[in-house]
């Protein structure tokens, strides 16, 4: 009888969606939005902020139809300002795909 080690569980990789285009995948793989009472709209690295969050894709039309669409503010229940579209904007030319090549 031969002993095999006992298959090791897989371990839980937590899933979010784009807001904007729908795409499932890693939380990890995303870009955390949070609405703070104080800042407004603030990118979250840590993906940890306190406030309402909403995820990004790293694709540019997502980036490009949140700063200027609503489906964004409907997610984070607020209303975007110019400050905070700006903020995106600026934030959008260091998140936005380097992986695939594009921009």
Same mark, same amino acid.
């Given at each position: 009888m031969s002993q095999s080690a006992p298959a090791k569980p897989r371990k !839980?990789?937590?899933?979010r969606t784009c807001v904007i #285009?729908?795409?499932k995948t890693a939380k990890r793989s995303l870009i955390r939005l949070v609405r703070t009472l104080d800042q407004g709209v603030q990118v979250d690295p840590s993906g940890k902020r306190n406030g309402r969050g909403a995820?990004? #894709? !790293?694709r540019a039309e997502c980036w490009q139809r949140a700063i200027s669409g609503e489906a964004l503010a409907k997610a984070l229940r607020t209303t975007l300002t110019a400050e905070d579209r700006a903020r995106l904007q600026a934030a959008a030319l260091q998140f936005v795909l380097h992986k695939d090549g594009a921009s």
């Open positions: !839980h990789v937590p899933e #285009c729908c795409q995820y990004l #894709c !790293h």
